[in-house]
């Protein structure tokens, strides 16, 4: 049972275009949200993050929108940059005892051209 | 400041064979979790390790364990290895004051033949 889903495994854009990467979760007990990036061959470098009483964090080109009614997080990144071309990783934190838990989504690549 | 360091960064095993990898966490941080990402998918929880015990453990076999150092360096050992342990094994760490931001080694990347 996937708890985060990233729903489009893949996604192209045009540089300088914006890039809208999407996220649904169905647990309503996260409590905070993540996104990664992964470069091949590298670990997944955190991204920007959002806390569930937010419904929008800004980061440069980066903004993380949250609509908890719908259970949807989207990744928004202006302009896209040939840079940016990477996978993307949703993640939802939880508490889980006294400790945290990361749920992650299956990634959505994205490929930024020229 | 060194990030998070793992090793070896490739090894083949054979099946049925026991693997130990290593992990040295961020500066700072004494909280180390492993994860499974197989080829196409998102990282999979292995367990969590914290003061030098397994605070949470993911859906995983009783042939993956784990181990964490005075020092929080952590190992996870696999026993008895499947052609489906295959994969890329991340480990990350993160701090107990607050901090969601976990930070992610380059993984090692483990084929079973």
């Known amino acids: 049972d996937q708890q985060v889903k990233q729903n489009s495994p893949s996604l192209s854009v045009q540089e300088g275009r914006i890039s809208i990467l999407n996220c649904d979760y169905t647990n309503s007990m996260f409590d905070y949200f993540l996104w990664y990036k992964k470069y091949p061959a590298e670990g997944p470098t955190f991204l920007i993050s959002?806390?569930?009483i937010k419904d929008k964090n800004e980061d440069g080109r980066f903004t993380v929108f949250l609509n908890k009614s719908a259970k949807h997080l989207s990744l928004h990144i202006v302009p896209s940059q040939p840079g940016d071309s990477a996978v993307y990783f949703c993640a939802a934190s939880i508490n889980a005892g006294n400790n945290r838990k990361l749920i992650w989504g299956l990634g959505t690549s994205l490929a930024v051209n020229p | 400041d060194a990030g998070v360091t793992q090793s070896p960064t490739h090894l083949i095993k054979t099946r049925g064979q026991q693997v130990t990898l290593r992990c040295s966490p961020k500066s700072g941080h004494d909280t180390v979790s492993w994860y499974q990402q197989a080829l196409g998918q998102g990282p999979q929880f292995i367990f969590q390790y914290y003061e030098e015990e397994e605070r949470q453990r993911g859906n995983f076999p009783d042939r993956f364990s784990g181990h964490q150092f005075p020092n929080y360096s952590s190992e996870l050992n696999v026993n008895a290895l499947l052609l489906g342990d295959s994969a890329l094994y991340l480990c990350a760490s993160s701090g107990t004051v607050t901090n969601y931001g976990y930070t992610f080694g380059s993984g090692t990347r483990l084929t079973v033949v």
């Open positions: 959002i806390s569930s």
